[in-house]
Structures are given as C-alpha cells and as structure tokens.
C-alpha cells in the first residue's frame, strides 16, 4: 500500500505533507482529504459541500477537507465500492467494522451501519443460546479456548460501544473482560496498528479502561464469583434428595460421592485452578453438567463416570439450566447496566 510514506509532490500533483492513499481513481473527480492522507474519487452528491472558488486544486481537483480518521474514511471508502463482507470470523475483522460503523452513523449511511452492527452481534450476543455459540466457535478442536483469534479484546469494544452508544453490546463484553485475571484487566491491549503512519504507534495504540469503567468490571467480576458460591450452597445442598432412586439403599452413597466431587471441582474452578475462567459462572456451570455424562474420571484403578442415579442427574441437570438463564438475566446488573436495547431498536 503507497499510505506508507509521502508522495513526491512534482510527480503526483500533491503538497509535500499529503500522503496519497491507495484509493486514488484517474477519473477521480474530488480528492478527500483526512488528516495528511488523501483520497482521489468520483463523486457526486457524497461529501460536495460548497467550497471557496479560489480553492487551489489537488491533481486537477477540487478538495474536501473532512475531520475523521484516515484509517476510518480509508476502510468507509472501500465499504462504499466493495461492500463490506467478512467470509471467515477473525478478531481482525474489528478494525473495518469500527471503521465503517462510525462514519456509517456519522454520514447516515444506513445500510453499512447495520451490516456492521449485524456483523458486531455475532462476536457479542444478546442472547443465551448464541453467547453458547460464540463460547464453542472460540475452542478449538483440542478442547483449546482461543477468543482472541476470533474475537476481538472486549476493551476495544467497549471503547467503542461507549463512544456510539451501542448500549447492546456492554454485558457481553463487560462479562468477557471480567473473565480475565485482574492484571491483564488493568495492563489493557493494544489497538490495531494503523493504516497510516501518522495516526500514532505502527505496533497500536496502547487502550486501557477509565477508573470507572475499571472499577465497573471488578465489581461484576465478584458478582460472578460469589454467584457460584450461592449456587453451590442451595444447589448442591440436602443432596440426594428425598426423591433420590437410592434412598434407603446402600448404593446411595454413589450419589452422595457424586455430588460431592461436583461441588470440589467447582470450588476448583472458582478458586482459579482452572486456569483463566475463574469468573465465568456460565462456563463453570455448563463443565458441571457435563460432568455428569463424562466417562473419562479415574477410581484409582480404571476411568469411569460418576455413578449418580437418574432421578438426581435430572434434579440437578434442571438447576444447573435454570441457574444459567439466571447468570445471564444477571449479567447488566453486576456491571451496572440498565436494561439494554434491542439490535433492532439501535437500527
């Protein structure tokens, strides 16, 4: 891409600060200006605001100077001609679609907006069963949880759901964060390097969170821990229940085994043993139940699964999905969120 560097300005018409992008049309009509990067194009109504008449020219055309960031009007400009279309979900997908998302809002260009909106609920859901997608499609096939190949850091969308009020998508990511330990919380990420050099660091700007939004993510992230805590104690409490097929008999102590490695490996999961889900009470309730169908535990001697009866599998199997649909109407109050809108409503 030529944006690296600035052009000669005998050569290509352009004053020696312009740097000339890659979007420079022959046939190009009026030359955009954003920052010291410059864009040659056709066009005919889009950004033809009256300009002075002894306005110098650039390469033969007339200029329109616009106050947004190169990289954004770079990636607008392309979306405008190309269509934005993502064919595989990857966390660098984020960069256009911020892009695209604030010019798209700010020039009321509908139609990208809620492709890019559409394209942001995939990577933050607003609902149970499609948050459960997103959690399988960061796995990888070796059991491997890897979201940020796919998805993008929850800071960044934060940051931006902050800045245009795409109230929607805070829980989802304000959850996401939380799940992280707290020094990877409070060192922040980097934002992705930039197109031009002159918007800032070539290896991305370093984004950390405010005071408030830091002290928000921490007070949901002990909401989610002592949630597991509560679970454990109504859950898991009087079990077997008098509904148990091995009441009365000696076989119920498998029961009571049962239940009793559950609750140690949960408290092994809220303890922070498993490494880097500490505070995902939505991840650790699901393990929990796929302990119950799991064969791979070992006796000392053989492996094998837990020898729960029937009825307790089903009792506890119906708390853990009401416990999960629980955390999840949960999720806006422990980061102090109202009642977010609908991706229809931001439309």
Not at 12 to 33: E, M, Q, T, Y
Not at 261 to 275: D, E, K, M, P, T
Request: aromatic fraction near 10%; glycine fraction near 6%.
């Amino acid at each position: 891409m030529d944006c690296d560097s600035p052009c000669n300005p005998h050569g290509d018409a352009l004053p020696k600060a312009l740097i000339r992008s890659d979007i420079w049309f022959a046939d190009g009509n009026i030359v955009l200006i954003a920052d010291s990067a410059a864009f040659k194009e056709v066009f005919r109504d889009l950004f033809s605001v009256p300009q002075p008449v002894d306005q110098s020219l650039v390469d033969g055309c007339p200029t329109v100077e616009l106050y947004d960031r190169p990289t954004d009007l770079y990636h607008l400009l392309i979306a405008l001609y190309d269509g934005i279309y993502f064919q595989k979900h990857t966390a660098a997908d984020f960069v256009a679609i911020a892009a695209v998302l604030r010019l798209s809002t700010k020039y009321f260009i509908e139609h990208l907006r809620e492709r890019c909106i559409a394209r942001l609920a995939i990577d933050w859901p607003t609902s149970l069963p499609e948050w459960d997608r997103r959690e399988h499609d960061g796995t990888d096939i070796d059991g491997r949880y890897s979201p940020r190949e796919i998805f993008p850091h929850p800071i960044l969308m934060l940051k931006l759901a902050y800045e245009l009020n795409l109230d929607t998508f805070l829980p989802g990511a304000f959850y996401d964060l939380s799940r992280y330990g707290p020094s990877k919380i409070l060192s922040g990420t980097r934002a992705p390097p930039p197109i031009f050099y002159t918007e800032g660091e070539p290896e991305g700007q370093l984004v950390r969170l405010s005071d408030d939004h830091l002290c928000t993510t921490f007070l949901g992230r002990e909401a989610a821990q002592l949630y597991i805590h509560t679970f454990l104690e109504s859950a898991l409490h009087d079990r077997p229940s008098t509904s148990c097929a091995n009441v009365g008999k000696l076989s119920a102590v498998h029961c009571v085994e049962s239940f009793y490695f559950i609750h140690l490996n949960v408290l092994r999961s809220v303890g922070g043993i498993a490494c880097g889900r500490d505070a995902d009470p939505l991840h650790t309730l699901l393990q929990a139940a796929e302990m119950l169908e799991r064969t791979d535990f070992s006796d000392g001697v053989k492996t094998c699964g837990l020898r729960m009866c029937s009825v307790c599998k089903t009792e506890f199997m119906d708390a853990v999905k009401k416990a999960r649909l629980e955390v999840w109407d949960l999720i806006p109050e422990w980061f102090g969120l109202r009642e977010p809108k609908s991706v229809e409503d931001m439309n």
